[in-house]
């Protein structure tokens, strides 16, 4: 925090007497020696920068310590007379400087705590263009945490304990590793030396150069300088015992690295990460820039995946495949791959310059691991879940400003990755022809390679290349094709991107866009779709939105790009074709009544998208209020003929949740009833599903999402089924296989059984193959389980009213210890926070909360995922009031 003086003040025991020759001087806070600390500002100073690192890391796994040794060679780019510079919980026990060719001499380390910020301060300014190196030596406990250098373990095929070290940076502990500019623009190239004993081996984000024996009998592994500059968060360094399998790829050698008993379950990843690169090579026209790309698979690690250059780290459920694994598993593999992959150019190659424009890195990620994999399917329902977030006044702009490390953790969430990707869908989808999109994202990629930018950077590299756009926008440059509707003009041509995709990225939230007819003529409006104001349009809130529609003369997709006159004899419009767009559309009682007439007569009218967006969209309005629960319930009557993947997963998605607010609120009654309306709609749909093996991924998604549903409701036939699967299972000692689609519900049934609890918890110690063994702990909820699996185990455990009650208990009981794993503002922390709070709908529950999270203070009171977990008690309380009075006379 930065407290600046009053300007034009002189402070006397009188109070403030003006001075205007007083300049403003800022408040310096005190570092742990008592003497003034230099710098005031979460953001360093920006008149040092380096050029390079020479790290020397002395891991010692027995005792869970490291010491280490770092050389930073850095340019003066302004007189200065301080280097500031980040480390954090490093014991700093020696620190030299060297200006120029002079000799290195001892200086004092000044630290800032709070800021996890070190200084060097000097009598002389450095002048601008000079080189100085810094070397500092520490030592450090190793992590216990999930960040930084830490410690992890796991348990071999004999029962032994195994001891290893991994890294995790992102986004703000690459300084808890070694002192460095620890922010993605100070870009630099790094060399490393790590000490291990001969049975470890060492990874780094470079292949090794050598290896030299030590008289303590220890080894020291030297990698290559890193041939690119690289931000500190894409550091890595891993000391494990584990095995690779590689194979050469476009002059990469691609290699995946298991502990050595899970080696078998590797291939498929390295199959998969060979295919990828080789398209991302050919896609982005730009070759992968480094000699090795190693996927770790680490036992303990919190997130997904990590992209570190040339050195990408894994949950194993994210990385291994058993071999018997069904297509929907290694999907989810592949997907995971495919994204990480893409960061090597996008995020690596081309970095944001700071973390309010995350989504340069992980909106395009996410987008080209849905583009590269071409699983439509799995896109269309993140987009749907990212809005339901982005719906809430808690949301942020895609850009947003960012000031404090909890506010760069919370940046990690649904708004950065599936929004920042939804957003790039529909600009590639307004845009004529395939080629257009991929030509502006490699000049982009072209310009800034080896550089940091903002959004405005792409959205330039977009305009250089000429792109023509239509979309329909408040104002509009041409008007000879007007639509006169709201005074909305609508034109095709070469226009600055910035312009149009700006109202996408610098607020939050997105377009609700009305749709009513009048005889021949379509008007649209538009405002924002916000939950928590009713009746308000926001006119500051407009959007420049692409809008296609189709209509039952129409199969083709128009865009708006002419005056919209309809014949009457145009019996219903559906906007927003294939969804590409990000926004919700109401049509009004009469347009809702037309397409539910169309697709109870026949189904196939609209694209299984389209019937996935409408569905979508009517539970949302509702929630909006602007549609009634009956309405709702009327478009579902069509369901009953429904069989595509999209519109059942995510009628049964809303329907789930539905039903289990109900639950929650103990409406006995209501719950029941609930259950046999699901069942009825969806009954022989669910009874027509099998129990053996199934290729196509969709119809594993379908019978996955059915079978658990219906086994969730205790639905006879589903029960019987999976418990007799289950017993097959048991009684073949796992040789008879249950199908990976099937193990989640299998498991799920076989944990409610007195009898099977025991046998399942005695196979989750023991099976080896990971995806399996979380698909058993989801059906468990036991407690022999790694940290890393907390948040899920949580929301596992919130499905049920007793859990749920019991998970929040929990939650307040054990607060502190759960930031001391997982940093507030953590991706894991809002997971935890949304599943304890999510379906709570009363004002009791909404009291305890907000005094609850009040009384965290520092501690996690001002997280954006809190005020999120309010407001949606508040909306699930508002729901229910409007609603039960008609769920009960309707159902």
């Known amino acids: 925090m930065v407290l600046y003086f009053l300007p034009g003040c002189t402070f006397t025991k009188t109070g403030c007497k ?387 490390p909890e506010q760069v953790e919370e940046m990690f969430d649904s708004v950065s990755y599936e929004k920042g990707a939804s957003i790039l869908l529909m600009l590639k989808a307004s845009l004529p022809g395939d080629g257009q999109f991929r030509k502006g994202i490699i000049q982009y990629l072209n310009q800034f390679s080896g550089l940091n930018t903002d959004t405005n950077d792409l959205w330039n590299s977009l305009t250089q290349v000429g792109l023509p756009f239509c979309f329909y926008a408040k104002k509009a440059s041409c008007n000879h094709r007007s639509l006169s509707l709201s005074q909305v003009d609508v034109s095709t041509q070469h226009q600055n991107v910035s312009e149009m995709m700006s109202s996408w990225t610098s607020q939050k939230g997105f377009p609700l866009v009305t749709v009513s007819r009048k005889g021949d003529q379509v008007t649209l409006t538009q405002e924002h779709f916000l939950l928590t104001s009713d009746n308000a349009t926001h006119t500051s809130s407009l959007w420049n939105i692409p809008v296609t529609y189709v209509n039952d003369s129409c199969t083709c997709v128009s865009v708006f790009s002419e005056t919209l006159r309809l014949p009457e004899s145009v019996k219903w419009l559906k906007l927003n074709y294939r969804n590409t767009g990000f926004y919700i559309v109401h049509y009004g009682d009469e347009g809702w009544a037309a397409l539910r007439d169309a697709l109870s007569s026949n189904v196939s009218v609209l694209t299984h998208e389209d019937r996935a967006s409408l569905i979508h969209n009517i539970f949302a309005l509702s929630r909006l209020g602007r549609v009634s629960v009956r309405h709702v319930f009327n478009l579902l009557d069509y369901m009953t003929n429904e069989t595509e993947t999209t519109p059942v997963l995510e009628a049964l998605l809303q329907l789930n949740n539905l039903y289990r607010l109900l639950d929650k609120r103990q409406e006995h009654t209501l719950v029941a009833r609930m259950k046999v309306y699901i069942l009825h709609q969806f009954g022989s749909l669910m009874n027509n599903q099998t129990w053996v093996e199934e290729e196509s991924v969709s119809k594993q998604e379908l019978r996955s999402a059915l079978l658990e549903t219906a086994c969730g409701l205790n639905e006879e036939n589903c029960t019987q089924q999976a418990k007799a699967l289950f017993q097959k299972y048991v009684d073949s000692n796992g040789t008879t296989r249950i199908p990976g689609d099937l193990q989640q519900v299998v498991f799920n049934v076989a944990a409610q059984s007195d009898e099977d609890w025991p046998t399942l918890l005695n196979m989750y110690e023991h099976v080896t193959y990971d995806a399996e063994k979380r698909k058993m702990l989801r059906g468990l909820k036991g407690d022999i389980i790694q940290t890393q699996e907390l948040p899920l185990v949580i929301n596992t455990v919130c499905n049920g009213f007793a859990g749920y009650l019991f998970a929040w208990d929990f939650i307040q009981e054990n607060w502190d210890h759960l930031i001391e794993k997982f940093p507030v503002g953590s991706f894991a922390i809002q997971t935890v926070i949304k599943s304890v709070t999510s379906q709570f709908s009363t004002q009791a529950h909404l009291y305890q909360v907000k005094g609850f999270f009040s009384s965290l203070k520092e501690r996690g009171a001002q997280m954006r995922s809190v005020q999120e977990a309010l407001e949606t008690i508040r909306l699930n309380q508002r729901w229910m009031d409007k609603n039960l009075p008609t769920l009960k006379k309707w159902l």
């Open 18 to 404: 003006p001075n205007k020759t007083t300049p403003i001087e800022p408040v310096y806070p005190e570092s742990t020696n008592g003497t003034l600390f230099p710098w005031a500002q979460l953001r360093l100073p920006q008149s040092v920068h380096p050029l390079s690192y020479d790290l020397t890391l002395n891991p010692d796994l027995d005792n869970m310590i490291f010491s280490g040794r770092t050389v930073i060679d850095m340019l003066v780019l302004h007189n200065t007379k301080r280097i500031v510079l980040h480390s954090a919980n490093l014991n700093i026990t020696k620190a030299t400087f060297k200006l120029g060719d002079g000799d290195a001499s001892d200086v004092t380390v000044l630290e800032y705590k709070p800021a996890q910020q070190i200084a060097v301060k000097f009598t002389e300014d450095l002048k601008a263009g000079q080189h100085c190196v810094l070397t500092l030596e520490y030592s450090a406990k190793l992590s216990h945490t999930y960040d930084g250098f830490y410690n992890s373990s796991y348990t071999d095929k004999d029962g032994n304990k195994r001891v290893l070290a991994a890294t995790q940076f992102e986004p703000l502990s690459a300084r808890k590793a070694f002192p460095c500019f620890d922010e993605p623009a100070f870009k630099a190239t790094f060399l490393v030396k790590i000490t291990r004993k001969p049975n470890y081996k060492t990874l780094s984000n470079m292949p090794k150069a050598n290896v030299t024996a030590l008289p303590n009998g220890l080894l020291r592994d030297e990698f290559e300088r890193t041939s690119v500059n690289m931000s500190t968060y894409l550091v890595a360094f891993i000391v494990a015992d584990f095995t690779p399998i590689s194979k050469n790829v476009s002059e990469t050698l691609v290699s995946v690295y298991s502990v050595p008993e899970k080696k078998e379950h590797t291939e498929y990843a390295l199959d998969t990460a060979s295919k990828l690169l080789e398209f991302y090579n050919n896609f982005f026209e730009i070759g992968y820039p480094l000699k090795k790309l190693d996927l770790v698979a680490i036992p303990d690690f919190l997130a997904g995946a990590m992209e570190n250059w040339g050195l990408i780290t894994f949950r194993e459920t994210s990385l291994l495949v058993g071999k018997q694994s069904s297509s929907l598993e290694k999907q989810v593999v592949a997907s995971v791959i495919a994204h990480e992959l893409a960061h090597q150019w996008f995020g690596n190659l081309v970095t944001m310059s700071w973390w309010n424009d995350l989504w340069l890195n992980e909106g395009f990620a996410t987008y080209m691991q849905y583009t590269s994999l071409q699983t439509g399917n799995l896109f269309l329902a993140v987009r749907f879940r990212a809005m339901e977030k982005d719906a809430l006044n808690s949301s942020h702009a895609v850009s947003t400003e960012v000031n404090t």
